[in-house]
């Protein structure tokens, strides 16, 4: 029996552990916002582009974790950062107005990106580079378990049995807050492998990763705002509707994140994340044409399908970054992920009144960018060669 609990106590197990709690509360929150805001607050698309920028400042503020380390190990801030997002959930239902909307969101997301960042910290800092991109794709597996979990039992809680959206919302919470307590009793405490740096890292070299997470987080923003919200508002879904295009997302994730992530190792970032961006340029023009129901969905579901490519932007940076940065650097790349997610979100609700097609070229016009910077990560990228000078010379002929 000791044998086993020695055997079981160990960091990767925690990290998955942690990857599988955060989305039986979060995914809750996040598949009935559009229907519940617009069915108890009456929102509009200005409204929800507001709340999602609200939601975007703690993580545009992710880089201050680091001073909060000066205080509290990593490993105890990830778990509070875990029951801070699960009561934020758990208080959602319970203010349905805007300003309740406003004020619950922002809560659960000081918790939500604070356990983000370190997450991401403690992965690379724990799991050795030759099985982090397999490793990441686990991680997605265990998350997309959850998520199924919580998506179906959505379904049987709201559509089949009636509960209200307070009662889900204060249910999937406080499960949440229940295990956050048990895995804070149940894992002992990992001692850092390099000791991190407790002040704000930028530099220069890292610049190319600065780059790509940037246009990463608009890219999301058109998916989470936008590409749902078009569902909703446009084709009329409804939870359950909703629900079951989440369903198949995360179906997907668990069937296949761990062999995307083993297959990213074997084929390489730049290769994995030039597929990603030219899917995307097709997929948000196409959004911006669409007018059936179904070829949305489908469009929706695909679009999903690509995330998990984004491993390779995480993994580039573990080959390239000094060990003593990642925790600081992870702080500080949530929060240039997060520069265009609180602007975004707000300007192009404004666009979405005028005219929603327009917001999903914009998108495709992001992920060009991206594309063209995935072209400068070199074949084997590692500290000291960050990126492909030769192409950089073949995009920009006068440099030198």
């Given at each position: 029996m000791m044998k086993f609990i020695k055997r079981f106590n160990q960091p990767e197990h925690l990290l998955l552990a942690m990857a599988f709690t955060m989305p039986l509360a979060f995914s809750v929150w996040m598949?009935?916002?559009?229907?519940?805001?617009?069915?108890?607050?009456?929102?509009?698309?200005?409204?929800?582009?507001i709340l999602q920028s609200l939601r975007e400042i703690p993580g545009f503020l992710a880089f201050t974790v680091i001073y909060a380390l000066v205080f509290i190990k990593e490993q105890r801030l990830a778990l509070i950062s875990l029951a801070v997002t699960s009561l934020g959930v758990l208080l959602t239902g319970f203010f349905p107005t805007i300003t309740g909307l406003y004020l619950t969101t922002i809560f659960m997301s000081v918790g939500f990106h604070y356990y983000e960042t370190l997450s991401q910290s403690l992965t690379l800092q724990w799991i050795d580079k030759d099985k982090a991109a397999h490793f990441m794709g686990r991680m997605l597996s265990v998350k997309a378990a959850a998520s199924l979990l919580a998506f179906s039992s959505i379904w049987l809680l709201m559509e089949q049995a009636n509960w209200n959206y307070q009662a889900t919302y204060a249910l999937f919470g406080g499960i949440g807050l229940l295990l956050t307590l048990l895995l804070t009793l149940s894992f002992k405490h990992f001692p850092e492998q390099t000791p991190q740096t407790k002040k704000l890292v930028l530099r220069k070299r890292y610049w190319l990763f600065y780059a790509l997470t940037f246009f990463s987080g608009?890219?999301?923003?058109?998916?989470?705002?936008?590409?749902?919200?078009?569902?909703?508002?446009?084709?009329?879904?409804?939870?359950?509707?909703?629900?079951?295009?989440?369903?198949?997302?995360?179906?997907?994730?668990?069937?296949?994140?761990?062999?995307?992530?083993?297959?990213?190792?074997?084929?390489?970032?730049?290769?994995?994340?030039?597929?990603?961006?030219?899917?995307?340029?097709?997929?948000?023009?196409?959004?911006?044409?669409?007018?059936?129901?179904?070829?949305a969905a489908?469009?929706?579901?695909?679009?999903?399908?690509?995330?998990?490519?984004?491993?390779?932007?995480?993994?580039?940076?573990q080959k390239i970054v000094q060990p003593e940065d990642i925790a600081a650097s992870a702080g500080v790349s949530f929060s240039i992920n997060h520069i265009a997610a609180v602007v975004i979100p707000a300007l192009l609700g404004l666009l979405w009144i005028v005219q929603p097609a327009w917001v999903f070229y914009i998108g495709a016009g992001f992920a060009a960018c991206s594309l063209v910077l995935a072209l400068l990560i070199p074949d084997n990228p590692e500290a000291g060669q960050e990126t492909n000078l030769s192409m950089i010379r073949f995009l920009i002929p006068n440099t030198k």
């Amino acid at each position: 029996m000791m044998k086993f609990i020695k055997r079981f106590n160990q960091p990767e197990h925690l990290l998955l552990a942690m990857a599988f709690t955060m989305p039986l509360a979060f995914s809750v929150w996040m598949v009935l916002l559009n229907n519940f805001v617009v069915e108890k607050a009456s929102f509009t698309g200005i409204e929800i582009g507001i709340l999602q920028s609200l939601r975007e400042i703690p993580g545009f503020l992710a880089f201050t974790v680091i001073y909060a380390l000066v205080f509290i190990k990593e490993q105890r801030l990830a778990l509070i950062s875990l029951a801070v997002t699960s009561l934020g959930v758990l208080l959602t239902g319970f203010f349905p107005t805007i300003t309740g909307l406003y004020l619950t969101t922002i809560f659960m997301s000081v918790g939500f990106h604070y356990y983000e960042t370190l997450s991401q910290s403690l992965t690379l800092q724990w799991i050795d580079k030759d099985k982090a991109a397999h490793f990441m794709g686990r991680m997605l597996s265990v998350k997309a378990a959850a998520s199924l979990l919580a998506f179906s039992s959505i379904w049987l809680l709201m559509e089949q049995a009636n509960w209200n959206y307070q009662a889900t919302y204060a249910l999937f919470g406080g499960i949440g807050l229940l295990l956050t307590l048990l895995l804070t009793l149940s894992f002992k405490h990992f001692p850092e492998q390099t000791p991190q740096t407790k002040k704000l890292v930028l530099r220069k070299r890292y610049w190319l990763f600065y780059a790509l997470t940037f246009f990463s987080g608009a890219r999301r923003q058109i998916f989470v705002v936008f590409a749902g919200f078009l569902m909703v508002e446009k084709f009329h879904y409804s939870v359950a509707d909703i629900s079951a295009l989440f369903l198949i997302n995360y179906l997907f994730n668990w069937l296949f994140a761990a062999k995307i992530g083993k297959l990213i190792g074997k084929i390489g970032e730049r290769a994995t994340l030039r597929f990603e961006y030219i899917g995307l340029i097709v997929i948000f023009i196409s959004y911006g044409f669409v007018e059936n129901a179904n070829m949305a969905a489908a469009l929706y579901v695909i679009d999903h399908l690509f995330f998990a490519l984004a491993i390779a932007i995480k993994t580039y940076f573990q080959k390239i970054v000094q060990p003593e940065d990642i925790a600081a650097s992870a702080g500080v790349s949530f929060s240039i992920n997060h520069i265009a997610a609180v602007v975004i979100p707000a300007l192009l609700g404004l666009l979405w009144i005028v005219q929603p097609a327009w917001v999903f070229y914009i998108g495709a016009g992001f992920a060009a960018c991206s594309l063209v910077l995935a072209l400068l990560i070199p074949d084997n990228p590692e500290a000291g060669q960050e990126t492909n000078l030769s192409m950089i010379r073949f995009l920009i002929p006068n440099t030198k």
